[in-house]
């Protein structure tokens, strides 16, 4: 049972997600408006990413379990750990607060307000990458719950670090940032066209986690309790 009460709960998954939307898209104007090099301006979307989701989880993960992602919101249900109604009010808090997120940083650098992105997202190579992406996200949160859960923001952010660089999609592995970056015509954007291939791959890899994690996870002492 939560020390916080639900609606504390939801204003920090919207608050969470939006920030990090903010901080996704946000980073991803200045960095190319700094740099004309894209391996440049895209580590410079990177690194505020990973450093914003180890604040964001230290700070609101105790409140709300820091989800900030409908994926884990999911993957969290289909491991029975948070019931239906309250998974759908997350979810929809979730894109709610990504969307706040983009609109506030195009404020911030002057830009129109309402956009919708024109980045073509799509293909098998994405689809794939956006399930490795997912995947290696929960695989990591379900990792740091068993072994180190008090590491769990940091290897979430170095995490997804890596996943920026290493998958062909960058690894949005975020059903709420990929909405949320559909309005947005600037570096991080997708077209909302290309939205349905990305979230069925990021569901199916938090899936696919909740399932190959949960049994490698699982020792001989848990299956004897």
């Known amino acids: 049972m939560s020390a916080y009460t639900l609606s504390r709960r939801l ?17 991803g104007i200045m960095a190319d408006k700094l740099s004309d090099d894209v391996a440049v301006s895209l580590l410079g979307n990177t690194i505020p990413t990973g450093a914003i989701l180890v604040v964001l989880i230290t700070i609101l993960g ?5 989800h900030f992602n409908p994926a884990v919101t999911f993957a969290f249900w289909l ?6 109604p309250e998974a759908v009010k997350y979810v929809i808090l979730q894109i709610l607060g990504g969307i706040t997120g983009a609109l506030i940083a195009h404020v911030m650098f002057d ?3 309402l956009q919708t992105s024109t980045t073509v ?24 719950l068993k072994f180190r859960q008090e590491a769990i923001p940091m290897l979430v952010g170095l995490y997804i670090t890596a996943a920026y660089w290493f998958t062909a999609s960058t690894s949005f592995a975020n059903p709420a940032v990929a909405i949320s970056r559909s309005f947005t015509d600037t570096f991080s954007g997708i077209r909302p066209v290309d939205l349905p291939g990305f979230i069925t791959a990021e569901l199916i890899g938090a899936a696919i986690a909740v399932y190959v994690i949960g049994w490698l996870l699982t020792s001989h002492n848990d299956q004897t309790d």
């Open 111 to 113: 830009l129109p307000v």
């Open 121 to 144: 997202r799509t293909g098998v190579a994405q689809w794939v990458a956006e399930i490795v992406g997912t995947f290696g996200l929960l695989a990591t949160i379900f990792g740091g």
């Open 62 to 66: 105790p409140i709300s379990g820091a």
């Open 11 to 27: 204003a920090a998954e919207f608050l969470g997600t939006g920030l990090l939307v903010c901080t996704v898209v946000g980073s």
């Open 79 to 84: 491991k029975r750990e948070i019931k239906l």
